[in-house]
């Protein structure tokens, strides 16, 4: 069924439901499966397969402020009020640093916002016709937003549900460092600690949920970004899913993925 809109809302609580409006931004960072757009410029950015990009600026929501957001909005949003969620706002130049500094590749061009507002439309009539599969980046709507550069305040959602953003860099560190499917990670976990034993050790000291060998990875510049605890079952699994990350990059396999027995 179609979702609500905010008049169907507001009759609800005058019909004396208990219902609270979140509104969410643009998503950025971890768990973005579909992609979104945002993400699929990340992942391109992250492959070497973006050619360019455009000035502007948007709010942008790390996904788990995002889930974060609407569960305190159920928990603690007063009925009948609206609560935005977003990270903040980043412009394209920033989020292009960002990139830059998370991965360790040089942008790509920037090109000019009214130049490419004016062939926007021509490319977008030619893509559908002609490639209708593909999913057009820079359409004309999204050059506009971009170029708006809108605001968003959360200083409600701060207030009255306590919502704290995740800093955008630190979002789109962990998506590059996530970028393993889910299933795979299941697969691995499956294999390393069949009966998901939080406290597993193996006879080689491996530990955790996907047997992380501390030795090797536990150093000082790893715990400064993923955390120190490998019992913890989060922290554990962040590591198995850079572990992985490691191999399944071209760029930075070292070897064969072995079982820790």
């Given amino acids: 069924p179609p979702l609500p809109d ?19 931004c ?27 990009y455009i ?31 977003s990270s903040g706002f980043q412009t394209m130049d920033d989020i292009m640093g960002i990139m830059e500094r998370v991965t360790g590749r040089k942008r790509p061009r920037r090109l000019p916002a009214s130049l490419m507002a004016a062939i926007a439309p021509m490319t977008q009539l030619v893509q559908s016709t002609l490639f209708p599969s593909r999913t057009q980046r820079l359409t ?18 701060r207030r009255e549900l306590g919502f704290v953003p995740t800093p955008h860099e630190d979002a789109v560190r962990e998506a590059y460092v996530r970028g393993i499917s889910p ?18 050790t193996s006879n080689v000291g491996a530990v955790g949920l996907m047997q992380v060998y501390p030795k090797i990875w536990l150093t000082r510049e790893m715990s400064q970004l993923l955390g120190k605890d490998l019992a913890s079952d989060s922290t554990n699994v962040k590591y198995g899913v ?20």
């Fill in 242 to 261: 850079f572990i992985l990350s490691r191999y399944f990059n071209p760029r930075t396999r070292a070897g064969v993925v072995k079982p820790a027995t």
């Fill in 183 to 200: 299933a795979i990670v299941f697969g691995v976990m499956l294999t390393e600690n069949a009966r998901f034993i939080s406290s597993a």
């Fill in 55 to 85: 000035p502007g600026g948007f709010e942008f929501v790390a996904a788990r402020d995002l889930c974060a957001g609407h569960v305190l909005a159920m928990e603690k949003g007063r009925t009948g009020h609206k609560y935005i969620i």
């Fill in 6 to 24: 905010a008049c169907q809302v507001h009759d609800a609580v005058a019909e004396g439901q208990d219902v609270v409006i979140a509104t969410s």
């Fill in 140 to 157: 004309p709507g999204a050059i506009r937003i971009l170029r708006l550069e809108r605001r968003a305040d959360t200083s409600k959602a």
């Fill in 26 to 52: 643009a998503i950025l960072g971890p768990h973005d499966y579909l992609p979104s757009r945002m993400g699929a410029v990340l992942r391109d950015f992250a492959n070497g397969k973006l050619r360019a």
